[in-house]
């Protein structure tokens, strides 16, 4: 354990030339990694993320948290930060994040300050979309929607090539299915209500008045034959199906990158998404839906990225990441 209390995996860091380091900030953790100058990770760091403690706390401990990952990495030339919420990539402010609370942090500048490297910032699952692009599920595929499916939906989008920016965009858990349920977003119907691994565990729980703690027990469930869990789980592959034909139709992506928790349900998910699509379609050109390789690690790979683009020209050296080893333990 380090002195903030990391979780590390991994060799040591100091032999690599020209590493960046990376740090993806969730909700209940924060994912750092040391990459060489092929992408490659050399070391994975996880912190609890001190929510509990207030949005001031939670940005003193990312600062903290990028200070080590510097001083485990001491070549490392750049610095690559994603973070949840609205994000301005661009300024380099997280704007405001609901589940953390905090409002218009300048933390591209803040960093650059502290650290003196170049720092690339963005937003978590932007980032995670640009990684799974660059280096994962969908490499080299133009139009493609990555959907992480976890406590919440959200997704990112590229059209053309070109990953879409506009912080607005990609909310499609707040597409409204007509799922009947209040959203937490304050909205009503929305897919992220009846679909994310949360909302399953909820419904399950309302219609039997059972206590199970998320989706996995739902599915487990329906695998052993419980009636209420296979309907529950079928009425939020419905929604999602429902949810991405009409992304289809407005899109036309090639790829559907499914992440987030509720992509460990593996084939129980993509399987039966993928028939109920089939049904939806009828003119459009049905969308390859595949797991994201990357995992729990594609925000922190993206990061990584970004901390690569942000350096001077010169350099950037384009690589291939390569994840070795398993993802840092919780
Ligand atoms: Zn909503």
């Known amino acids: 354990m380090s002195r903030t209390g990391a979780a590390r995996e991994g060799s ?86 609901e589940n953390i609370g905090w409002h218009d942090v300048p933390f591209r500048d803040r ?82 209500a009846i679909a994310s691994g949360a909302a399953i565990a909820v419904r399950y729980n309302r219609a039997t008045g059972g206590s199970v703690a998320g989706a996995e027990e739902v599915l487990h469930l329906m695998v052993s034959g419980d009636v209420a869990a296979a309907t529950v789980w079928g009425e939020a592959v419905d929604a999602l ?16 990158v499914i992440g987030g928790g509720l992509s460990g349900a593996g084939e129980a998910l993509l399987g039966p998404l993928r028939s109920r699509l089939r049904d939806l379609l009828v003119w459009q050109q049905e969308p390859r839906i595949v797991p994201a390789l990357l995992a729990d690690n594609a925000a922190c790979l993206g990061a990584g990225l970004l901390a690569r683009a942000a350096m001077p020209p010169g350099f950037a050296r384009p690589g291939r990441a390569v994840v070795s080893g398993p993802p840092a333990t919780p």
């Open 241 to 256: 199906a429902r949810a991405l034909a009409t992304y289809t139709s407005l899109l036309a992506p090639e790829v559907i």
């Open 111 to 192: 960093v650059a300050e502290r650290c003196g490297l170049p720092v690339g910032f963005g937003h978590d699952v932007r980032a995670g979309a640009l990684a799974e692009r660059t280096l994962g599920a969908a490499r080299g595929v133009d139009d493609v929607l990555f959907l992480p499916i976890g406590t919440g939906i959200s997704g990112a989008m590229y059209v053309a090539g070109n990953l879409v920016e506009n912080m607005y965009g990609g909310e499609i858990g707040h597409i409204d299915v007509g799922s009947g349920e209040d959203c937490a977003c304050g909205s009503h119907g929305c897919l992220e």
């Open 12 to 97: 040591p860091a100091a032999v690599h030339p020209r590493m960046v380091v990376a740090l993806d900030v969730g909700g209940t953790a924060m994912k750092g990694a040391v990459l060489d100058a092929d992408d490659r990770v050399v070391s994975l760091y996880r912190w609890p993320t001190p929510r509990s403690e207030g949005p001031a706390v939670v940005v003193d401990a990312v600062l903290s948290a990028v200070d080590e990952l510097l001083a485990c990495a001491d070549d490392a030339v750049a610095v690559g930060l994603v973070v949840p919420g609205l994000v301005d990539d661009h300024s380099g402010v997280a704007l405001y994040s």
